[in-house]
C-alpha cells in the first residue's frame, strides 16, 4: 500500500487520514458496545437454560430443523467470512500509517465477528432444545446491526464520498444484506413456530421412531450433516474394538430398500407407459434419471462450488508470487495512497498475507463443498444400486420357468444382474459428479489461463481436448469390451455354479480336471479380454497424469517462443499450477467415463431382463395384489399369508388323524374311492373338518369362471417351455378336475407329465386353450419332482411363513413319519437345514416338502412324483397316512404324477399321458379296461410272494408301526453336524479382524512375482524422481528469468534455448517411464490374477466333499464373483493410484524440504496427526468394508434360493414373504456400505481441514521467508504449489490406501480358499491299467465317517462281493446304504479297517485312478449345461458309435435321434429341457460307457415309469453279465434277482445273503422289507 520511502506530501496525506479515522472513533465505540452487548446477553441466556433448567439433563442425538434451516446456516457462514474480511480491512488500514496502532478500527469488527459466531450458536441450540420463543432475542438483534451498519455507511460516504474502488464500502453493504435476510429468516420462525401462521406443523417424523436408527443425517444441523460429525460415535467405537452388524442398526428411511424400489417402480412404469404411446422401446437410462436425476444434480452443484473454490489457488498463488517478488527485490509496484482514509480493493486483494488467508479459506471451502456433494452423490448411487436389485429381484419372481429351461437365460446371468450390472451403476451413479463438472472445472482453468499467458493457453487446450477426444474414443472402445467381458464372465459364472452344484458327481466320476480345464478355457478368453481392458485403462490412466504435465509443457515452450519474453515465476507457477490443477479433473473424468463404460453395457443387460416376458401365473393364478415392495408398512408384516394360517383353535389331534378310517382291501378301496369321486361329480359336499381353509385372497377372477364343482380346467390347452411358443410339448390338452378329487397322471418318460403339471401352474408358454381355476381356489400347494428346500430350520421348511400350530404340526409330521427323523437330530426340528437340503437324503427331502403342501392347508394340492424317492414302507405310510387321510379325505384336491402304479387303487380319476398329449383319462377301472398291458405290469409289480408265510396286512402295519425307519438318515447327519452343533449346519463366514495380514500383501506380491514387482517399484522411483527434476527445472527457468530481465534479447534467446531443451527432455523422459510403469503394473497384476483364480479352482475342487456340505454356493460363488473381479480389474486400479500418490507425496516433503527446511519441522506434527488419524479411520473403515463384504452374501444367496424355488414360491403365493426377506437382507447390507461410504467423507473433511492449515503455515514462513531475504520467489511459487499438491496427495493417500487395504479384502478371502485342507490325491501305489479287471470288493472291517469331529455312519463293516455278483443293498433310510458306496469312491474318511479292490487296497491308490476306474449312477441325476455328447463323454474318449449304442441300451436313442442337432444338441442348464426321468437315463447312458467292472446304482431308476425300469433291469442283466453291480434301491423288486442282498442298519451289516434264502429266513429284516413293499 505505501512504499518504504515516504515524502512529505505523503506525511500529509497520512495526518489527513488520521484525522478521518479520529471522527470515526465513537461510532466505533458506540458498534462495539451494541455487539459486545449481545454477545454477552446471547452468552448469559445459553448458559442459564443450559445450567440453571431443566434442559441440563436434555440430551438428544438428533435436532429437528426449523424452516429456513438451511439458508439460515449458510447466511450465517457468508456473514462470518464478511465480518473476517472486515477485521482484515481494518487491520491493514490501521497498518497503512506509521503512527500508533489504532484498536477501534478492528475491534468493533472483531466483536460482530464473535456475535454473528455466537449467533448461530444460540440458534443451534434454540432448535436443538426445541425452543423457539427464544428467537425474539435475534429477532431484536439483527436490526441494531442492520443500524449500526447503516450508520457506519453514511458516515463513510459523508467522508469520502461514494467510492467504489473502497474495500469498506462493499464490507459494510454485504452486512447490511446479510444482516437483513437472517432478520427475515428469523421473522419466519417466529411466524412459523409460535404463531403457527399459515403453517401447518409437520408430525414426529417416522424416522427418529425407529429405536436403532442410528445414523440421523436427516437430524442435525447443516454444519454437522457437512463434517460429518455423527460418524465420531462409529469411528470411536471401532477404534476400541471390531465392529458388529449390530453396532450399525438400521437402515434411515431414505434408503429403505422398499422406498427405493417404489421410486424406479414409478419412474419405469412412467416410461413404459410413454414408450408404449410412441411405438418405443422403454428406455431405463430414461427411469433411472427421473428417479434419481434431481439428486444427482443437487450433488453435481455442490461439488460445482467446491471446484470453484479450488480455482482460487493458481490466482492466489500468482498473487502471493507478485507480492513477494516486489518485496524481494524492493520495487515500487503500488501506489503509495490511493485515498485518504481507507484500504482499496486493489490494496487489499493483492496483500500476500491476505491472499495467504484467501488460500486457507478456499481450501477449507473446497473440501466442504466436494465431500458433501460427493456424500449427496454416494447416497443417490446406494439408492439406485438398491433399487435395481430390487427391481431384478421382483422381475425374478414374476419370470416364466421356461425363460431358464428354454436356455434364454441362466441363473448365473440372473445372478450378475442382482451383482456385478447392479454395482456397475452405483459405481456410474457415484461418478456422475465428476463427469459433469469437469468440463466445467477445465473451462474455467482455460480461460483464466488465457488471462494469464495469452494464447499458449489456447494451444495447450487444443492438446488438452485431442486427448479428452482421444479419451472418449479409448472409452467406447472399453465399453465394448467390458461387454464381452461380463459375457464371458456370465459363462464363467455358470460353469462354476454348474460345477458347484454337482461337486458330489464330479468328485464320484474323478471330473475335476476335466471341468477344471473347461473353466480355465473360459477364464482364458476372460483373462484375454481382461488384458484389452487393462490396456485401455492404462491408455486412458496415463493420458490422465501426463496430460497437465504435456499441456504444461507445450504452453510454457509456446510462451517462451511467441512472447521472446523472459519466463518470470509468476507466469511460470500460475501456469504450473493452473495445469496441475487439472490433473485431479482429468483423473475423476478418465475413473468416470471408466465407471460410465462399464454401466453401458449393465443397463442394456438389465433394460433386456426388465422388459422379458413375464409368466402367465401372475395373472392367473395369483391373489389380487399390489405388484412388488411397496405395500409392506414399516413393521415388515406380510398380511399376505394372514388368511392361510390355521386358527389356534383348530379341534383336529394327532391321535384323530392317525385313527381315521384304516384302509382295507385293494377293491374295496378303490370301490369306495370312486364312489366317492361319482358322488362329487353329482354335487354332494365332501367335508373337510381337519383342515379348513380360511383364504382372505381375491373372490374376483377376470377370466370367466369354472363350475362350481370343478378346481380347476384346461380347455384346449397347447403349451410350450420356449418363450416364443416354437415346439409345443403339451398339445390338446382337456382337463376337468373336480373339486375334493384325487387325480394320478401317470405315463413313460419324457410323456409330459412334469409338464402338464407345469401347465396348470402357469409356468410354461401358452400357446393356445385357457388354463382357468375356481374363483377361491388359485393358491395351490406344490411339491415339485426334485424337493426345493431352504437353507432355514426343518420347522420353517415344512411351516413355511405360516403360524405355527402344534396340533396341526405333530399331525403333518406323524401323517409324513417324520418324528423319528426330528428325534435323532441335534436340535429336534430347529436343526438346520443346509443349502438344497444336502443333510438329508433325497426320499427325506421329499417328504418334508410333502409336508410343507399338507401343512399349507390349501385346497390344491399338485405333487410331481414324490414317491420315487422313498422305500417302501414310507411310500406307503405317506400315501395312506398323508395323502389319503390328511388330504383327500378332507376335501382337498390332489393330483399326483408317480410311477408307483399300485398306487392307482386311491386314484378317483386316472390321467394317461403319452407324447405330450393325454391319451386317457377316467376312473381306474375305465383306464384298465382300455389299457391292459398298463395295469398287467401293475399286477406283475403288485404280485406278493409272500402270501403264503400267513402275514396279514394288519401285521404289515404292525411291522410298519413298530420298525419305523430312522429318517433324516444317520449318516447325513453325522456327515455335516457335530456333536456341539445344536442343529448348525452352515458354519459362519470366515471374518479376520483387525488390519490386513502383511502375508496377504506377500502373497499377491508372490502372485504378481518378486522380480516383476520390483521392476515396477523401481520404474515408479524413476518417473517420480524425473518429476521432482522437472519443477526444479522450471523454477530455476523463472528464476533466471528474473536475473536477466534487463539483458540483450540475444542473451535472454540463449538462456531461454538452454532451459526449454532440457525442459523438453525431462518431461519426455518423465512421459515414457510413467508410461511404462502404468503399464507394467497394470499386465502383471492381470496375470497374478489368472494366478490366483487358478489356485483358487484348483484347491476348491480338491477340497474334501464336507466342505461343500457346510459352505454355502452362494459363499463360493462370492469368491468367484465379486472378490474375482475386485482382483481382475480394482484391486490393480487402486494399488497403481496409492503407490502413484505415496511416491509423490515422498518427493513432495523431499522438494517442500529443500526449499524451506523449517517446513519439515512445521509439517512434521501435522503428519504425525495424519498418521494417527488414518489409523483411527483404517480401523474402522476396515471393518465396514468386512461388514458389508459379509451382509452381501445373505443377499445373494436368498436371491440364489429364490430362483431355484420360483414355482413353488409363485404356487403358494408366497412372493410377499420373500420379499420381505431381500428387504430385509439388503436393508442390513446397504447400512453398513452407507456408513463406509460416510466414513470416506468424515476422513476427508479432517484430512482436508488439517491439510488447509498446512497450506496455511506453508504460505506464511515461504513468503516470511522471502520478505527477509531467505529464499527467492521462483521457490515461493514451487513451495506453495507442493505444499497445495501436499495437501491434497495426503488425504488422498489415507483414503486410498483405506480401499487399497479393503479392496485386499478379496485377497485374503480368496486367500483363505487356497489354504483350506484338500483330499489326500496322491497314493502311493499305482495299479495296472486294467485294473480292477475282475470286480472282487472286501470290506474288512471297516469303520468310516464323514469328519474327524463326527460319529462313524458305518461301524466294522466285514462283507465280501465276489466278482460278477449282482448285489442288492436295502435297509432304512440312514442304514448307511450311500455311506457304504461312498467308501468306495473314498468321498468319506475310512479311519478303521480297509477296502480292497481285486487284491488292491483302495487307500495307496491315487484318487482320480480309483474314481475313474469305478462308475456310479447316482440318486440325483445330473446332466450340464453343453451338449449331449459332453453329457455322455465329458473326456471325449468315445466315438459316435459307442454314444449311439449307450443311447440305445438306455432308452433315449429315439428321443435324440429326434433333436435337431442330435449328439451336438443343447443340453441347458441343470439338463432342464429334459424330464427327470429322461436326466436319469442319461446318467445310465454315461455309466454304460465308462465300462468299469463295478458299477454301483443308487436309485438309479426311482424316477423312471415301470415298463422303462423292466427294460433296463433285462439290458443290465446282458450288458453288465460279467460286471460286479450294487444296487441300492427302494422297489424290492428291482434287487429281487440280485445274486445277494446285504441288509444294512444304523451302520452294521444284519444280514447278507441270496433274496431266496433271507425271505424264507424267519424274523429277517429282509423278508420285513419285501412284505413292506407289497
Known amino acids: 500500500m505505501a512504499s518504504s520511502k515516504h515524502?512529505?506530501?505523503?506525511?500529509?496525506?497520512?495526518?489527513?487520514?488520521?484525522?478521518?479515522?479520529?471522527?470515526?472513533?465513537?461510532?466505533?465505540?458506540?458498534?462495539?458496545?451494541?455487539?459486545?452487548?449481545?454477545?454477552?446477553?446471547?452468552?448469559?441466556?445459553?448458559?442459564?437454560?443450559?445450567?440453571?433448567?431443566?434442559?441440563?439433563?436434555?440430551?438428544?442425538?438428533?435436532?429437528?430443523?426449523?424452516?429456513?434451516?438451511?439458508?439460515?446456516?449458510?447466511?450465517?457462514?457468508?456473514?462470518?467470512?464478511?465480518?473476517?474480511?472486515?477485521?482484515?480491512?481494518?487491520?491493514?488500514?490501521?497498518?497503512?500509517?506509521?503512527?500508533?496502532?489504532?484498536?477501534?478500527?478492528?475491534?468493533?469488527?472483531?466483536?460482530?465477528?464473535?456475535?454473528?459466531?455466537?449467533?448461530?450458536?444460540?440458534?443451534?441450540?434454540?432448535?436443538?432444545?426445541?425452543?423457539?420463543?427464544?428467537?425474539?432475542?435475534?429477532?431484536?438483534?439483527?436490526?441494531?446491526?442492520?443500524?449500526?451498519?447503516?450508520?457506519?455507511?453514511?458516515?463513510?460516504?459523508?467522508?469520502?464520498?461514494?467510492?467504489?474502488?473502497?474495500?469498506?464500502?462493499?464490507?459494510?453493504?454485504?452486512?447490511?444484506?446479510?444482516?437483513?435476510?437472517?432478520?427475515?429468516?428469523?421473522?419466519?420462525?417466529?411466524?412459523?413456530?409460535i404463531f403457527h401462521c399459515w403453517y401447518t406443523e409437520k408430525g414426529f417424523p417416522a424416522g427418529l421412531k425407529k429405536k436403532r436408527l442410528f445414523f440421523h443425517y436427516k437430524y442435525n444441523s447443516l454444519f454437522q450433516r457437512m463434517i460429518f460429525n455423527k460418524m465420531n460415535r462409529l469411528f470411536a467405537l471401532g477404534y476400541q474394538r471390531p465392529l458388529e452388524i449390530s453396532d450399525l442398526g438400521c437402515v434411515p428411511e431414505d434408503l429403505e430398500c422398499k422406498n427405493v424400489y417404489k421410486e424406479l417402480n414409478v419412474a419405469y412404469s412412467a416410461e413404459q407407459a410413454r414408450a408404449t404411446k410412441k411405438n418405443r422401446v422403454p428406455s431405463l437410462w430414461r427411469a433411472y434419471l427421473k428417479a434419481f436425476g434431481r439428486n444427482i444434480f443437487v450433488g453435481v452443484f455442490v461439488r460445482g462450488l467446491g471446484n470453484a473454490c479450488s480455482i482460487t489457488f493458481p490466482l492466489s498463488i500468482g498473487g502471493i508470487i507478485t507480492y513477494a517478488s516486489v518485496q524481494y527485490y524492493d520495487e515500487v509496484k503500488f501506489q503509495?495512497?490511493?485515498?485518504?482514509?481507507?484500504?482499496?480493493?486493489?490494496?487489499?486483494?493483492?496483500?500476500?498475507?491476505?491472499?495467504?488467508?484467501?488460500?486457507?479459506?478456499?481450501?477449507?471451502?473446497?473440501?466442504?463443498?466436494?465431500?458433501?456433494?460427493?456424500?449427496?452423490?454416494?447416497?443417490?448411487?446406494?439408492?439406485?444400486?438398491?433399487?435395481?436389485?430390487?427391481?431384478?429381484?421382483?422381475?425374478?419372481?414374476?419370470?416364466?420357468?421356461?425363460?431358464?429351461?428354454?436356455?434364454?437365460?441362466?441363473?448365473?446371468?440372473?445372478?450378475?444382474?442382482?451383482?456385478?450390472?447392479?454395482?456397475?451403476?452405483?459405481?456410474?451413479?457415484?461418478?456422475?459428479?465428476?463427469?459433469?463438472?469437469?468440463?466445467?472445472?477445465?473451462?474455467?482453468?482455460?480461460?483464466?489461463?488465457?488471462?494469464?499467458?495469452?494464447?499458449?493457453?489456447?494451444?495447450?487446450?487444443?492438446?488438452?481436448?485431442?486427448?479428452?477426444?482421444?479419451?472418449?474414443k479409448v472409452a467406447g472402445r472399453l465399453a465394448g469390451i467390458q461387454?464381452?467381458?461380463?459375457?464371458?464372465?456370465?459363462?464363467?459364472?455358470?460353469?462354476?455354479?454348474?460345477?458347484?452344484?454337482?461337486?458330489?458327481?464330479?468328485?464320484?466320476?474323478?471330473?475335476?480336471?476335466?471341468?477344471?480345464?473347461?473353466?480355465?478355457?473360459?477364464?482364458?478368453?476372460?483373462?484375454?479380454?481382461?488384458?484389452?481392458?487393462?490396456?485401455?485403462?492404462?491408455?486412458?490412466?496415463?493420458?490422465?497424469?501426463?496430460?497437465?504435465?504435456?499441456?504444461?509443457?507445450?504452453?510454457?515452450?509456446?510462451?517462451s517462443f511467441l512472447t521472446h519474453d523472459p519466463l518470470t515465476p509468476d507466469v511460470a507457477f500460475v501456469a504450473l499450477a493452473f495445469f496441475s490443477e487439472l490433473h485431479l479433473p482429468l483423473a475423476i473424468f478418465a475413473n468416470g467415463?471408466?465407471?460410465?463404460?462399464?454401466?453401458?453395457?449393465?443397463?442394456?443387460?438389465?433394460?433386456?431382463?426388465?422388459?422379458?416376458?413375464?409368466?402367465?401365473?401372475?395373472?392367473?393364478?395369483?391373489?389380487?395384489?399390489?405388484?412388488?415392495?411397496?405395500?409392506?408398512?414399516?413393521?415388515?408384516?406380510?398380511?399376505?399369508?394372514?388368511?392361510?394360517?390355521?386358527?389356534?383353535?383348530?379341534?383336529?389331534?394327532?391321535?384323530?388323524?392317525?385313527?381315521?378310517?384304516?384302509?382295507?382291501?385293494?377293491?374295496?378301496?378303490?370301490?369306495?374311492?370312486?364312489?366317492?369321486?361319482?358322488?362329487?361329480?353329482?354335487?354332494?359336499?365332501?367335508?373337510?373338518?381337519?383342515?379348513?381353509?380360511?383364504?382372505?385372497?381375491?373372490?374376483?377372477?377376470?377370466?370367466?369362471?369354472?363350475?362350481?364343482?370343478?378346481?380347476?380346467?384346461?380347455?384346449?390347452?397347447?403349451?410350450?417351455?420356449?418363450?416364443?411358443?416354437?415346439?409345443?410339448?403339451?398339445?390338446?390338452?382337456?382337463?376337468?378336475?373336480?373339486?375334493?378329487?384325487?387325480?394320478?397322471?401317470?405315463?413313460?418318460?419324457?410323456?409330459?407329465?412334469?409338464?402338464?403339471?407345469?401347465?396348470?401352474?402357469?409356468?410354461?408358454?401358452?400357446?393356445?386353450?385357457t388354463v382357468r381355476f375356481e374363483r377361491e381356489r388359485k393358491r395351490v400347494a406344490y411339491v415339485p419332482q426334485k424337493a426345493w428346500l431352504q437353507n432355514a430350520t426343518l420347522r420353517d421348511n415344512i411351516i413355511f411363513g405360516q403360524a405355527f400350530d402344534q396340533k396341526r404340526?405333530?399331525?403333518?409330521?406323524?401323517?409324513?413319519?417324520?418324528?423319528?427323523?426330528?428325534?435323532?437330530?441335534?436340535?429336534?426340528?430347529?436343526?438346520?437345514?443346509?443349502?438344497?437340503?444336502?443333510?438329508?437324503?433325497?426320499?427325506?427331502?421329499?417328504?418334508?416338502?410333502?409336508?410343507?403342501?399338507?401343512?399349507?392347508?390349501?385346497?390344491?394340492?399338485?405333487?410331481?412324483?414324490?414317491?420315487?424317492?422313498?422305500?417302501?414302507?414310507?411310500?406307503?405310510?405317506?400315501?395312506?397316512?398323508?395323502?389319503?387321510?390328511?388330504?383327500?379325505?378332507?376335501?382337498?384336491?390332489?393330483?399326483?404324477?408317480?410311477?408307483?402304479?399300485?398306487?392307482?387303487?386311491?386314484?378317483?380319476?386316472?390321467?394317461?399321458?403319452?407324447?405330450?398329449?393325454?391319451?386317457?383319462?377316467?376312473?381306474?377301472?375305465?383306464?384298465?379296461?382300455?389299457?391292459?398291458?398298463?395295469?398287467?405290469?401293475?399286477?406283475?409289480?403288485?404280485?406278493?410272494?409272500?402270501?403264503?408265510?400267513?402275514?396279514?396286512?394288519?401285521?404289515?402295519?404292525?411291522?410298519?408301526?413298530?420298525?419305523?425307519?430312522?429318517?433324516?438318515?444317520?449318516?447325513?447327519?453325522?456327515?455335516?453336524?457335530?456333536?456341539?452343533?445344536?442343529?448348525?449346519?452352515?458354519?459362519?463366514?470366515?471374518?479376520?479382524?483387525?488390519?490386513?495380514?502383511?502375508?496377504i500383501y506377500r502373497t499377491y506380491a508372490r502372485a504378481i512375482k518378486y522380480s516383476l514387482a520390483a521392476l515396477t517399484l523401481l520404474l515408479l522411483t524413476a518417473q517420480s524422481s524425473t518429476l521432482m527434476a522437472c519443477n526444479f527445472w522450471l523454477s530455476a527457468w523463472s528464476g533466471a528469468g528474473l536475473e536477466i530481465r534487463n539483458n540483450t534479447q540475444e542473451n535472454i534467446e540463449e538462456e531461454s534455448v538452454y532451459y526449454r531443451r532440457g525442459y523438453i527432455v525431462l518431461t519426455l523422459t518423465f512421459v515414457v517411464l510413467l508410461v511404462a510403469y502404468v503399464f507394467g503394473h497394470i499386465i502383471t497384476s492381470i496375470f497374478a490374477a489368472k494366478r490366483m483364480h487358478f489356485a483358487l479352482l484348483q484347491n476348491l475342487v480338491s477340497a474334501p466333499i464336507r466342505?461343500?456340505?457346510?459352505?454355502?454356493?452362494?459363499?463360493?460363488?462370492?469368491?468367484?464373483?465379486?472378490?474375482?473381479?475386485?482382483?481382475?480389474?480394482?484391486?490393480?486400479?487402486?494399488?497403481?493410484?496409492?503407490?502413484?500418490?505415496?511416491?509423490l507425496c515422498l518427493f513432495v516433503l523431499i522438494v517442500n524440504t529443500i526449499v524451506t527446511p523449517v517446513f519439515i519441522v512445521v509439517a512434521a506434527p501435522f503428519l504425525i496427526v495424519y498418521y494417527f488419524i488414518k489409523k483411527y479411520y483404517v480401523a474402522t473403515s476396515r471393518e465396514l468394508q468386512r461388514l458389508d463384504s459379509i451382509t452381501k452374501s445373505p443377499t445373494l444367496a436368498h436371491f440364489s434360493e429364490t430362483l431355484g424355488g420360483l414355482s413353488s414360491i409363485r404356487a403358494y403365493g408366497d412372493e410377499n414373504r420373500f420379499r420381505k426377506r431381500l428387504l430385509e437382507t439388503k436393508d442390513t447390507n446397504n447400512v453398513s456400505r452407507l456408513y463406509y461410504l460416510c466414513g470416506y467423507r468424515w476422513l476427508a473433511i479432517r484430512l482436508g481441514f488439517i491439510g488447509a492449515f498446512i497450506i496455511l503455515i506453508s504460505a506464511l514462513t515461504s513468503l516470511i521467508?522471502?520478505?527477509?531475504?531467505?529464499?527467492?520467489?521462483?521457490?515461493?511459487?514451487?513451495?506453495?504449489?507442493?505444499?497445495?499438491?501436499?495437501?491434497?496427495?495426503?488425504?488422498?493417500?489415507?483414503?486410498?490406501?483405506?480401499?487399497?487395504?479393503?479392496?485386499?479384502?478379496?485377497?485374503?478371502?480368496?486367500?483363505?480358499?487356497?489354504?483350506?485342507?484338500?483330499?489326500?490325491?496322491?497314493?502311493?501305489?499305482?495299479?495296472?491299467?486294467?485294473?480292477?479287471?475282475?470286480?472282487?470288493?472286501?470290506?474288512?472291517?471297516?469303520?468310516?465317517?464323514?469328519?474327524?469331529?463326527?460319529?462313524p455312519v458305518l461301524e466294522d463293516v466285514s462283507v465280501h462281493f465276489k466278482a460278477g455278483e449282482k448285489i442288492g443293498i436295502c435297509g432304512r433310510t440312514g442304514s448307511g446304504k450311500s455311506s457304504l458306496t461312498l467308501a468306495l469312491f473314498r468321498m468319506i474318511d475310512t479311519y478303521k479297517g480297509r477296502i480292497v479292490i481285486d487284491d488292491v487296497d483302495i487307500s495307496r491308490v491315487p484318487l482320480l485312478t480309483l474314481r475313474t476306474?469305478?462308475?456310479?449312477?447316482?440318486?440325483?441325476?445330473?446332466?450340464?449345461?453343453?451338449?449331449?455328447?459332453?453329457?455322455?463323454?465329458?473326456?471325449?474318449?468315445?466315438?459316435?458309435?459307442?454314444?449311439?449304442?449307450?443311447?440305445?441300451?438306455?432308452?433315449?436313442?429315439?428321443?435324440v435321434a429326434e433333436l435337431p442337432y442330435q449328439l451336438d444338441a443343447d443340453v441347458i442348464e441343470a439338463g432342464e429341457n429334459f424330464s427327470v426321468g429322461q436326466r436319469q437315463l442319461f446318467c445310465l447312458a454315461r455309466a454304460f460307457l465308462r465300462n468299469a467292472k463295478i458299477l454301483i446304482m443308487d436309485e438309479a431308476t426311482a424316477s423312471i415309469d415301470v415298463k422303462t425300469d423292466t427294460i433296463i433291469q433285462q439290458v443290465l442283466s446282458t450288458v453288465f453279465a460279467d460286471k460286479t453291480v450294487l444296487t441300492i434301491a427302494h422297489r424290492m423288486s428291482t434287487i429281487l434277482d440280485s445274486d445277494n442282498v446285504l441288509v444294512l442298519s444304523e451302520g452294521r451289516v444284519v444280514e447278507f445273503g441270496s433274496p431266496e434264502k433271507l425271505k424264507n429266513q424267519e424274523g429277517s429284516m429282509f423278508s420285513a422289507l419285501v412284505k413292506g413293499h407289497y
Open 483 to 559: 461387454t464381452e467381458v461380463l459375457k464371458t464372465s456370465d459363462k464363467r459364472l455358470k460353469k462354476i455354479n454348474e460345477t458347484l452344484r454337482s461337486m458330489n458327481l464330479v468328485k464320484l466320476c474323478g471330473w475335476e480336471e476335466v471341468f477344471c480345464n473347461g473353466m480355465d478355457i473360459v477364464r482364458n478368453k476372460q483373462v484375454h479380454l481382461l488384458i484389452k481392458v487393462g490396456i485401455y485403462t492404462g491408455v486412458m490412466i496415463s493420458l490422465s497424469i501426463v496430460t497437465s504435465a504435456i499441456v504444461s509443457l507445450i504452453a510454457i515452450v509456446s510462451y
Open 1265 to 1351: 521467508s522471502c520478505t527477509v531475504g531467505a529464499i527467492p520467489p521462483s521457490l515461493v511459487g514451487l513451495a506453495l504449489t507442493y505444499a497445495i499438491s501436499l495437501c491434497g496427495q495426503l488425504n488422498w493417500v489415507v483414503r486410498i490406501f483405506a480401499e487399497c487395504e479393503m479392496n485386499m479384502n478379496a485377497v485374503e478371502r480368496v486367500e483363505h480358499y487356497t489354504r483350506i485342507k484338500t483330499e489326500e490325491y496322491r497314493g502311493t501305489y499305482t495299479p495296472r491299467p486294467s485294473w480292477p479287471d475282475k470286480g472282487n470288493i472286501k470290506f474288512e472291517d471297516v469303520s468310516v465317517r464323514y469328519s474327524n469331529e463326527l460319529e
Open 1107 to 1143: 466342505f461343500f456340505d457346510t459352505t454355502p454356493v452362494g459363499r463360493i460363488l462370492n469368491r468367484f464373483s465379486n472378490d474375482t473381479q475386485v482382483i481382475d480389474q480394482t484391486i490393480w486400479e487402486t494399488t497403481l493410484d496409492f503407490l502413484q500418490t505415496t511416491w
Open 7 to 193: 515524502t512529505l506530501w505523503d506525511l500529509d496525506v497520512v495526518d489527513n487520514a488520521t484525522h478521518c479515522r479520529q471522527s470515526q472513533r465513537s461510532l466505533d465505540v458506540f458498534c462495539c458496545g451494541i455487539h459486545l452487548g449481545f454477545l454477552l446477553l446471547l452468552c448469559s441466556v445459553l448458559i442459564l437454560f443450559g445450567y440453571f433448567s431443566r434442559l441440563r439433563s436434555y440430551s438428544s442425538n438428533t435436532l429437528l430443523p426449523y424452516p429456513g434451516h438451511k439458508r439460515k446456516w449458510l447466511f450465517s457462514i457468508l456473514l462470518i467470512l464478511v465480518l473476517l474480511c472486515d477485521v482484515g480491512e481494518g487491520i491493514l488500514t490501521d497498518l497503512t500509517t506509521n503512527h500508533e496502532t489504532k484498536p477501534h478500527l478492528y475491534v468493533p469488527q472483531l466483536c460482530a465477528l464473535l456475535s454473528g459466531l455466537i449467533s448461530l450458536v444460540y440458534y443451534n441450540y434454540l432448535e436443538y432444545w426445541n425452543r423457539p420463543h427464544l428467537t425474539w432475542l435475534l429477532v431484536l438483534y439483527w436490526p441494531f446491526a442492520i443500524a449500526t451498519d447503516v450508520v457506519r455507511l453514511i458516515k463513510q460516504t459523508d467522508e469520502v464520498g461514494f467510492d467504489p474502488s473502497i474495500m469498506r464500502l462493499y464490507i459494510v453493504v454485504s452486512c447490511v444484506l446479510i444482516y437483513t435476510c437472517l432478520l427475515f429468516l428469523e421473522c419466519n420462525v417466529v411466524r412459523t413456530k
Open 1413 to 1455: 476306474r469305478l462308475s456310479i449312477i447316482p440318486q440325483d441325476p445330473m446332466l450340464f449345461s453343453g451338449t449331449i455328447r459332453f453329457n455322455l463323454d465329458p473326456e471325449r474318449t468315445k466315438g459316435d458309435v459307442e454314444l449311439w449304442n449307450a443311447l440305445e441300451i438306455a432308452q433315449l436313442k429315439e428321443i
Open 809 to 999: 404340526y405333530d399331525a403333518v409330521i406323524e401323517a409324513c413319519a417324520l418324528q423319528p427323523d426330528i428325534n435323532i437330530l441335534p436340535a429336534g426340528d430347529i436343526t438346520e437345514i443346509g443349502e438344497r437340503g444336502i443333510n438329508l437324503s433325497g426320499g427325506q427331502k421329499q417328504r418334508v416338502s410333502v409336508a410343507r403342501a399338507i401343512y399349507s392347508n390349501i385346497d390344491i394340492v399338485i405333487l410331481d412324483d414324490p414317491l420315487s424317492a422313498l422305500d417302501v414302507h414310507v411310500s406307503s405310510h405317506l400315501l395312506e397316512n398323508g395323502i389319503m387321510d390328511l388330504l383327500v379325505r378332507q376335501g382337498k384336491t390332489v393330483m399326483l404324477v408317480t410311477h408307483q402304479l399300485q398306487s392307482l387303487q386311491f386314484a378317483h380319476k386316472v390321467v394317461l399321458m403319452d407324447d405330450g398329449k393325454i391319451v386317457r383319462e377316467g376312473d381306474p377301472k375305465e383306464v384298465q379296461k382300455h389299457e391292459p398291458e398298463l395295469f398287467a405290469a401293475w399286477e406283475r409289480t403288485s404280485r406278493n410272494p409272500l402270501e403264503s408265510d400267513g402275514h396279514t396286512g394288519k401285521e404289515d402295519d404292525r411291522v410298519l408301526v413298530a420298525e419305523e425307519e430312522v429318517i433324516t438318515s444317520k449318516e447325513n447327519k453325522e456327515r455335516v453336524l457335530g456333536k456341539d452343533s445344536f442343529g448348525k449346519l452352515i458354519e459362519e463366514e470366515e471374518r479376520c479382524t483387525g488390519s490386513v495380514s502383511w502375508r
Open 336 to 472: 503509495t495512497v490511493e485515498n485518504d482514509c481507507y484500504v482499496t480493493v486493489n490494496e487489499f486483494f493483492t496483500n500476500g498475507f491476505v491472499l495467504t488467508a484467501c488460500l486457507f479459506v478456499a481450501a477449507i471451502g473446497r473440501i466442504v463443498f466436494v465431500q458433501y456433494g460427493n456424500f449427496i452423490v454416494d447416497f443417490v448411487s446406494l439408492q439406485a444400486s438398491t433399487a435395481i436389485q430390487a427391481y431384478t429381484y421382483e422381475k425374478s419372481l414374476h419370470l416364466p420357468v421356461s425363460a431358464l429351461s428354454s436356455g434364454d437365460m441362466t441363473v448365473g446371468q440372473v445372478t450378475n444382474h442382482m451383482s456385478v450390472d447392479a454395482m456397475a451403476i452405483f459405481h456410474s451413479t457415484q461418478t456422475q459428479a465428476g463427469i459433469w463438472t469437469v468440463p466445467f472445472h477445465v473451462v474455467a482453468i482455460l480461460a483464466l489461463l488465457y488471462m494469464e499467458i495469452g494464447v499458449s493457453a489456447l494451444i495447450g487446450a487444443t492438446f488438452y481436448i485431442v486427448f479428452l477426444l482421444v479419451q472418449l
Open 593 to 769: 467415463i471408466h465407471d460410465f463404460a462399464n454401466a453401458i453395457p449393465s443397463f442394456r443387460r438389465l433394460q433386456l431382463f426388465f422388459d422379458y416376458k413375464e409368466s402367465g401365473r401372475r395373472e392367473r393364478m395369483q391373489p389380487t395384489q399390489s405388484r412388488g415392495f411397496q405395500d409392506f408398512e414399516s413393521d415388515g408384516e406380510d398380511s399376505g399369508d394372514e388368511g392361510d394360517m390355521m386358527s389356534a383353535g383348530s379341534s383336529t389331534t394327532r391321535a384323530s388323524v392317525h385313527n381315521d378310517s384304516k384302509l382295507v382291501k385293494l377293491l374295496s378301496k378303490s370301490r369306495k374311492a370312486t364312489d366317492k369321486y361319482r358322488s362329487i361329480e353329482s354335487g354332494s359336499h365332501v367335508d373337510s373338518n381337519t383342515f379348513q381353509e380360511k383364504s382372505s385372497f381375491i373372490t374376483e377372477d377376470r377370466e370367466s369362471s369354472v363350475p362350481e364343482n370343478v378346481a380347476f380346467q384346461i380347455s384346449g390347452g397347447t403349451f410350450s417351455w420356449n418363450s416364443d411358443g416354437s415346439s409345443p410339448t403339451l398339445s390338446n390338452i382337456n382337463l376337468n378336475v373336480l373339486n375334493g378329487s384325487f387325480v394320478i397322471v401317470i405315463g413313460l418318460v419324457g410323456s409330459g407329465k412334469s409338464s402338464l403339471l407345469s401347465a396348470i401352474l402357469g409356468e410354461m408358454t401358452t400357446v393356445s386353450g
